[in-house]
């Protein structure tokens, strides 16, 4: 995953912007964050950090203080280091995108055929997506083509921010998988992932880019280049845990979300424990609204430590992950020893924080622990937006239990009976989970009530990880 922000100003120095609007997307990132700035007289600067082992703040703590210019952009990501400075036949521009590329092999084949280009390889032998897409921009003869270009050609998705001299193109992938928004204030205007970034820099709301929508920003306004579409297949996952709490996407609130998700979780739940509880941070939510709906006290027997330990700490081992996590959550004995307790958390991946979190629960002297994703089982590794750092479907611990019963070749048709709640498939498998984790019950959300939480057409939601529909 990952997020940017970009401003323009008038004849002001915007870096703080930048600085404290990039940072304000360290939730959606882990690994790398850059910043590049444009000033009239110094012309392009750019800076980029490893963030793996510290805060995005504390690495660009120096440069926000040599840095300039009334216009800039910025990005954290989970992979590839961005923002990139390119020089090409369509002049100097920055571009830092969020997204993922499925068809990359035969994208390079169609770069090299038209071009005598060369690219890095990263580690793993992977191209830099956002090199990629800059390649395919500069096929065309304008900056404007070559995004229209780039969002036919890529399988998957991809929204982006480029930035010339001018100003900054903001351009939302094809069927508006990841969003725009939009902010303004008297002396310009900024682009932003996450809609509550620019408000404590003193922007309000202007406008959302449609899918496939591209705009131009200069500080004097905001011009649509490309006309947004209709279809919209936006990502479900946004509300349910990828999103701030604070966060927006077509006009829908996160938080907001959050409590309606948890509220239509306990309509069709007849646990009855002593208290209710969510993993921190994104369960907390789900289960204030479970609680508000069933009448059980809410209740945080884990504290999350975030004095040295923010997500941005999070390193890429995934076993280190897997301690990390742990050290992170705090016990409250008290609310623990004796207690049935009724645990929320975003989703149930491999499953095995939550099966080492429950045990620790029992150890510690919970009688009971009833465990609630707040959505389905994820039967489907997201082609879209990089959701998980999995390398195949059978990292997933639906996908391997599937396997042990089905064999290795199971069909479309009988993953879809395992996605479906009514089925026989769908409850032993549910069942085995719960066995393989030592939960003492397990009920996951139902796909019909999660997107009757988020008051927008369905079929403009993207539901692939859980049903496989594109």
């Known amino acids: 995953m990952g997020g940017f922000f970009g401003a323009v100003t008038k004849g002001e120095n915007c870096v703080f912007d930048v600085f404290y609007g990039t940072d304000y997307h360290s939730h959606l990132g882990t690994r790398r964050a850059g910043m590049v700035m444009y000033d009239s007289e110094k012309g392009f600067d750019r800076a980029i950090h490893n963030i793996e082992n510290s805060p995005f703040r504390t690495k660009f703590d120096s440069d926000v203080n040599s840095m300039k210019g009334h216009m800039g952009i910025g990005c954290i990501s989970d992979y590839e280091a961005q923002p990139l400075l390119i020089r090409s036949k369509l002049g100097t521009y920055a571009i830092t995108t969020v997204g993922k590329i499925n068809n990359t092999d035969e994208l390079l084949e169609k770069v090299f055929e038209n071009s005598h280009l060369h690219f890095f390889e990263m580690s793993g032998g992977e191209v830099n997506a956002t090199e990629l897409v800059a390649a395919i ?50 002396d310009g205007f900024c682009a932003a992932f996450e ?20 705009d131009f920003i200069t500080a004097e306004g905001v011009e649509c280049l490309s006309a947004p579409r209709e279809q919209m297949k936006i990502c479900t996952f946004l509300w349910v ?47 204030v609204g479970y609680s508000n709906e069933s009448k059980i006290p809410f209740a945080r027997p884990f504290i999350k430590y975030t004095p040295t330990w923010p997500r941005s700490f999070m390193p890429t081992n995934q076993s280190q992950r897997n301690r990390i996590a742990r050290m992170k ?93 009514e089925s026989t498939n769908y409850a032993e498998m549910v069942e085995e989970i719960r066995r393989q984790l030592t939960f003492t019950s397990l009920r996951f ?22 049903d496989g529909r594109e």
């Open 445 to 466: 959300h139902r796909l019909d009530d999660m997107l009757d939480s988020v008051p927008i057409d369905n079929c403009k939601l993207c539901t692939y990880c859980w």
């Open 329 to 421: 959550l705090l016990p409250v004995e008290s609310l623990i020893k004796d207690k049935s307790l009724l645990l929320i958390d975003d989703s149930i991946v491999r499953g095995t924080q939550m099966r080492e979190t429950t045990e620790y629960l029992f150890h510690s002297g919970a009688k009971e622990v009833h465990i609630r994703p707040a959505c389905p089982p994820l039967l489907f590794g997201c082609k879209y937006l990089n959701f998980s750092r999995s390398n195949s479907e059978m990292d997933l611990i639906t996908r391997r239990i599937i396997a042990d019963r089905e064999g290795p070749d199971v069909t479309a048709a009988k993953l879809l009976d395992y996605a479906d709640p």
């Open 195 to 214: 809609s509550f970034s620019y408000l404590n820099l003193g922007y309000t709301h202007y406008k959302e880019l449609g899918p496939c929508e591209i």
């Open 137 to 186: 921009i500069n096929q065309k003869e304008s900056i404007l083509e070559g995004i229209k270009y780039a969002q036919e050609l890529i399988d998957g998705s991809m929204t982006m921010l480029v930035m010339t001299k001018d100003g900054i193109f903001a351009a939302r992938d094809k069927l508006g998988r990841t969003p725009v928004a939009i902010g303004t204030r008297d």
């Open 241 to 287: 845990y990828y999103g701030y709490p604070s966060s927006s996407y077509e006009g829908v609130g996160v938080e907001e979300m959050r409590y309606n998700c948890g509220r239509l979780l306990a309509k069709r739940d007849n646990a009855q424990p002593d208290l209710v509880a969510g993993v921190p941070d994104s369960g907390i939510a789900h289960a």
